[in-house]
């Protein structure tokens, strides 16, 4: 299995984050809110928006890169559109904490 994140896993435009955002489903968790939609291709792609409650730049970075890592490791299967808008308590909390919340705002349809 790829480990990678290409190209076409990752949502660029901002059509496609505001369509995630109105059509989406939208599911809370403790250390992040997860927004879920259909997009009829093979593959799942992620969008994370960091916001600056977050705090500076090196904070909200290092929450992107966990949640990218998190999405790598536990890719579904069939095609969603998936943003990530990750919350404070990401960046204190261990990685284990980090992917159980992640798989439980995602739900059951989406995982592996």
């Not at 927004?35 to 960091?50: D, E, Q, S, T, Y």
């Not at 559109?81 to 909390?93: C, H, N, T």
């Not at 284990?96 to 995982?111: F, K, T």
Request: one cysteine or more; charged letters at 35%; aromatic letters at 6%.
């Amino acid at each position: 299995m790829a480990e990678r994140l290409r190209p076409d896993e990752r949502l660029r435009r901002r059509a496609e984050y505001q369509r995630v955002f109105d059509e989406g489903r939208r599911r809370a968790a403790r250390l992040m809110m997860a927004f879920i939609v259909c997009n009829n291709r093979p593959h799942a792609r992620l969008g994370i928006v960091a916001t600056r409650k977050l705090g500076p730049a090196v904070r909200r970075n290092r929450a992107k890169r966990l949640v990218r890592e998190v999405f790598r490791r536990n890719k579904p299967v069939a095609g969603f559109d998936i943003v990530i808008v990750p919350k404070l308590g990401m960046l204190s909390a261990g990685f284990a904490d980090l992917e159980a919340d992640y798989r439980s705002a995602l739900g059951h349809r989406v995982r592996r």
